[in-house]
Nanobody, 123 residues
């Protein structure tokens, strides 16, 4: 059993920055690919970014490429999403996910999910 807990969400003005974190416990963190997804009101959950277990491969949605950066610290069992140049359309609940397969995670098939953290970007 793997538990994922997101933190760091909040309210930020358009153009600002925010970093959300996801702490993992109950498993071998370094063995999992990790990802971030988000869900805005009235919309389906969408892929944001992902990172392989060894951090050698990352993937980003076109909408966030160049603005968001995913990283991980295996020693701290934590994955981060640094969000810069935030836009109102980035407003959503952000979820982290874990899966032993990066390919599965990329298409939303994570084995484990966190409870989400709210990110609100004001215009």
């Amino acid at each position: 059993q793997v538990q994922l807990v997101e933190s760091g969400g909040g309210l930020v003005q358009a153009g600002g920055s925010l970093r959300v974190s996801c702490a993992a416990s109950g498993g071998t963190f370094s063995s999992y690919a990790m990802g971030w997804f988000r869900q805005a009101p009235g919309k389906e959950r969408e892929f944001v970014a992902s990172i392989s277990w060894g951090a050698g491969s990352t993937s980003y949605a076109d909408s966030v490429k160049g603005r968001f950066t995913i990283s991980r610290d295996n020693a701290k069992n934590t994955v981060y999403l640094q969000m810069n140049g935030l836009k109102p359309e980035d407003t959503a609940v952000y979820y982290c996910a874990a899966d032993r397969s990066h390919a599965r995670l990329r298409v939303g098939k994570g084995d484990y999910w966190g409870q989400g953290t709210q990110v609100t970007v004001s215009s």
